[in-house]
């Protein structure tokens, strides 16, 4: 039996690994479906158990594509889907709800997040995925892609401060969050959940990163793995790598038992530093 060294707590206590799966833009390629389903199960397999997914990625086939993985599979899975801001309220949040639940073939989501804010107001999100979470629709529900100004207002909101987690971009080359958002999430004991963690597959700035590379070999690790293993590092943050190649599942879920030392933080520091002042709330 798998089981990470690394979790996250969130505010009701439940704790979870700190390494999830994402999802967006599986199920779009339908040649692809058996190793995407493969990939999803073999993170099962490896402990990554938060899976993250969407109504809006792919229309609806991301969501029908993880209900196929995790069948048989249900209480293994802590499952986390999005609304769309512009169904984020009244009968419209209740009738997407009830889409994300018939594709994904559950009948309770672990986790329901705004997607980001939209012209629906907060206050009409929070009363009505509060009784998503009484009907038993939800577990619990949070927001994604709110910036420290959109989070305080939505504290103040009754009932507000029930929302357990923000889910905002964050990787190495983007950092911009640890001026402020983090420092206040972790104050509200509130865990991130890292989307981009890989920087959408590393890229120029990853990728080539000497100094990655350097801590990689010195490990017999790959840059990726790394890089990914640093966002989980100060036990506040859950990521969620996609991937649809299972053999990059298992690399990713390596990361898990990585603890960096302090020469190596601040290696990566030098080559990735830390903002010094505020920064726009980075997205995709
Ligand atoms: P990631 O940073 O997770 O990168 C995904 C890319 O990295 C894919 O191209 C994948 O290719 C590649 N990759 C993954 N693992 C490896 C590996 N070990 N070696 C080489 N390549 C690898 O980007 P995402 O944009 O997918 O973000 C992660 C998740 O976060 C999304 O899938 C989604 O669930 C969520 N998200 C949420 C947003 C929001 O607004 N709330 C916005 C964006 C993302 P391959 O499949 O070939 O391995």
Redesign the pocket.
Known sequence: EYVQACTVTLRDGTVLPSLGQ???HMGDDSGLRQQEIEALRTGLDCGMTVI??AEMYGGGKAEELVGEAVKGRREEAFLVS?VLPNNAGGKKLEEACEGSLSRLGVDQLDLYLL??RGSIPLKETVRDMEKLKADGKIKRWGV??LDVRDMKELLSLEHGNNAVCD?VLY?LASRGIEFDLMPWMKEQQMPVIA????????GRTLGESRTLQEIAERRSMTP?QIALAWTIQSGMVLS??????PA?VR??AGAASVTLANEELEMLDRAFPKPQTKQPLD??
């Open positions: 994402g999802t967006w993250d997914t999005k997607h980001w994604s892609n889910q990787h989307y981009c963690p890989l920087d959408q597959g590393g990726l969620i790598p996609k991937t649809s190649n990059h690399e990713n997205i995709v």
